[in-house]
């Protein structure tokens, strides 16, 4: 076999291995999910730790998602005001920027920027507590570590994010106005008018419902990866990284599954 051959075969094999570890990701995030769900309704009930998670989550990536939702906005309003400038269409500008903030752009950039800040900080927490047997010492003291560790992890992801997008969708639509009537002197009328009639309540919402989806996701991608790290501080590196590229990709994924499934009720107004 020629070196043509044997490369080949190389690829395949990689191209293998690359999809039997996502299955098992995927598969091992399933079992998690499923087992984080029935602790959900076991006692005790532990808020502080939920509040402790939601305040590292949320107002930890605040900065972030207002930076990001900012710019974002900004150079969005740009793009579609010179697009829209050419068909002599300024006046639905407004309208464009904020129902493709509401229903994509939103929910995915913020989703991706917790998941470049709070995923990974959940992946190594809990990676490094692993390898330094913190996770061995809870259970020696009949505390469930699933129970302690990683419920209330998984619901602050999915509680935070509805309102983290909330805020980048106020933001982005701010900076997009602020842009739209001050750079391209687009009036302040022509701007806000038509947003009213073309963005329902249920665009908002749905961009919501994506939003808590990718809470869920971000957040059981994290622990996964970090609850099973391996292999001292290397190992907690590679989970951490494993956790964000899983989390990110999962995301776009179910962006588009969440839309197919979205569609017909968003064209039904």
Not at 91 to 98: D, E, K, S, Y
Not at 137 to 152: I, K, Q
Request: overall charge neutral.
């Amino acid at each position: 076999m020629g070196d043509l051959g044997r490369g080949a075969l190389r690829l395949v094999g990689t191209l293998g291995d690359i999809v039997l570890q996502v299955v098992a990701d995927l598969g091992g995030m399933a079992r998690m999910g499923a087992r984080l769900l029935v602790l959900t309704i076991r006692p005790p009930y532990r808020l502080r730790n939920l509040l402790s998670a939601m305040e590292a989550i949320g107002f930890g990536s605040l900065s972030v998602v207002v930076l990001t939702a900012f710019f974002a906005g900004a150079v969005f309003s740009l793009q579609v005001s010179l697009a829209f400038s050419l068909f002599n269409a300024e006046t639905l500008v407004g309208a464009t920027i904020a129902l493709s903030m509401a229903r994509e752009l939103a929910p995915v950039l913020t989703a991706l920027m917790v998941t470049g800040r709070a995923g990974s900080a959940i992946a190594t927490e809990l990676g490094t507590m692993r390898v330094s047997e913190q996770i061995d010492a809870l259970a020696t003291m009949a505390v469930e570590p699933e129970h302690y560790l990683l419920v209330p992890r998984v619901w602050a992801g999915v509680l935070t994010l509805p309102l983290l997008t909330a805020i980048f969708n106020l933001v982005a639509i701010l900076a997009a106005s602020f842009v739209a009537i001050t750079v391209e002197n687009l009036s302040v009328a022509a701007f806000w008018a038509r947003i009213p009639s073309w963005v329902d309540p249920k665009d908002v919402i749905g961009g919501l419902i994506k939003s808590a989806v990718f809470g869920l996701i971000l957040s059981l991608a994290g622990c996964y990866k970090g609850y099973n790290a391996t292999g001292g501080a290397r190992g907690v590196g590679l989970a951490t990284t494993q956790a964000v590229v899983l989390g990110s990709v999962l995301i776009l994924v179910s962006d588009y599954l969440l839309t197919t499934v979205m569609l017909p009720w968003w064209r039904s107004s």
